[in-house]
Nanobody, 127 residues
Framework: QVQLVESGGGLVQAGGSLRLSCAASARKFSRYAMGWFRQAPGKEREFVAGIGWSGGTTYYADSVKGRFTISRDNAKDTVYLRLNSLKPEDTAVYYC????????????????????WGQGTQVTVSS
């Protein structure tokens, strides 16, 4: 059983920064690709960023490219998402997810490819 726990969300002014963390309790965490998704009220959950099992591959949604950075520390079983230059439209609940297909290099952008999900952390950006 894999558990994912996000933290680091909060209220920030436009232009500000946050760092989200996702701590995993998973024996094989270092073998999993990881993703961050977000869901705003009334909208579908959307892909934000993903990282391959080794950290050597990353992928971003166009809307966050150049502003957000995903990283991982396999020694700590944790994946991070650094959010810079935040905009009001970034307001959403942010979820981390694990793709349990081991040693997957290609980072998936679809929710159906991820097997485990955290409970989410709220990010609110005021204008």
């Amino acid at each position: 059983q894999v558990q994912l726990v996000e933290s680091g969300g909060g209220l920030v002014q436009a232009g500000g920064s946050l760092r989200l963390s996702c701590a995993a309790s998973a024996r094989k965490f270092s073998r999993y690709a990881m993703g961050w998704f977000r869901q705003a009220p009334g909208k579908e959950r959307e892909f934000v960023a993903g990282i391959g099992w080794s950290g050597g591959t990353t992928y971003y949604a166009d809307s966050v490219k150049g502003r957000f950075t995903i990283s991982r520390d396999n020694a700590k079983d944790t994946v991070y998402l650094r959010l810079n230059s935040l905009k009001p439209e970034d307001t959403a609940v942010y979820y981390c997810a694990a793709d349990a297909s081991e040693y997957r290099i290609v980072v998936s952008t679809t929710t159906t490819e991820y097997d485990y999900w955290g409970q989410g952390t709220q990010v609110t950006v005021s204008s």
